[in-house]
């Protein structure tokens, strides 16, 4: 049992520790003397916990969407309405709480996933994409039914524009280094919610 | 005269076949035995030609980059009013007029080069997005001086708001392998100019 445990402890520590390096260098390119370097450990001791660099890939990007999605539950629950949920939704992610080094871990996977060089990435990927897509309709279906949200908005079609809005934000905000960019965006998105989809009083 | 003729035809015979190859693997990860399967050279045969796969890969960006900008500026050309321009631009880049096999380039290369990892690439792609930036941003100057577009407006951040949407949508796109998550975000960003943009008349 106990032996079991500082496996599953050290498990964790390599990939707490790798996870900022995967996420920079990319869940596929990363190298592997890189990884050795982060985590202090060789490769057999790597290989002790991990089939392959990309089962170890993989859990890392797992690792990181629990996280993150753990701060999406949590955030959602401060709030009853569906509406207010909505923008502290968008406020999470849009003022960058969620980020980490490296970049946005979604984004940076979906252009490294985008193709068929790596279909196992990609269907992580795909499905955290819909798991928050669906998070978000159901949260503007909820505002539809309890008359905050206007009754004629696709729930859908604004999932994927808050998605699309904040991915490109985060993806001027990486490559300049300046969250400005992803402010700016959220803030427009902010004020769509406010004008497109906040029934009349 | 003729012999060199011969080589510039060879060169950018390469650069054409490559291209869209190296926007899929990425600029830099893209490994010379596929770029020599689509030229169909050997390695010698494309050394000839350039001094190293990053030369490659960064003349085959440039050669990406100089078609869109013909596209851009043949737009613009067609529309007098910078109103119309920027409208024109917004349709021209969010039907996918001006994106390739293995997604946008810019985005593609923005992720790629978002570190340290590849400088003459991420140089590359900062003053391809700064021509654009400032592009869009002297359109919309022209609109406020033309009384076209509200005098209260922030140019650059216009610019930098329709870069993000735009990027977001083509991320989501090729992702998915479907345009309409590009084509929803370009109608919403087209809503945004006619609201919020556009001089009341």
Not at 63 to 72: D, S
Not at 101 to 106: A, Q, R, S, Y
Not at 130 to 150: H, M, S, T
Request: charged residues 25%.
């Amino acid at each position: 049992m106990s032996t079991s445990t500082k496996g599953e402890e050290t498990r964790l520590r390599i990939l707490e520790r790798a996870a900022p390096l995967l996420n920079r260098h990319g869940f596929q390119n990363a190298p592997v003397s890189e990884i050795m370097r982060v985590t202090g450990l060789q490769k057999g001791g790597l290989y002790n916990h991990f089939a392959s660099k990309e089962e170890l890939a993989l859990a890392a990007f797992d690792l990181i969407m629990e996280r993150v999605m753990a701060r999406v539950y949590e955030t959602h629950n401060q709030h009853s309405s569906p509406l207010a949920q909505l923008i502290a939704h968008i406020e999470l992610i849009g003022h960058g709480h969620t980020s980490m080094e490296g970049g946005c871990p979604i984004a940076n996977s979906m252009v490294e996933s985008d193709d068929a060089t790596n279909p196992a990435l990609r269907a992580r990927v795909k499905n955290v994409l819909e798991r928050w897509r669906k998070y978000l309709a159901q949260v503007v279906a909820n505002g539809i039914v309890q008359g905050e949200i206007r009754a004629d908005v696709n729930p859908d079609e604004v999932a994927t524009h808050v998605i699309g809005t904040l991915e490109g934000g985060q993806l001027m905000s990486q490559f300049y280094g300046d969250r400005g960019y992803l402010r700016r965006m959220t803030d427009q998105l902010l004020a769509f919610v406010d004008e497109k989809l906040r029934a009349p009083a």
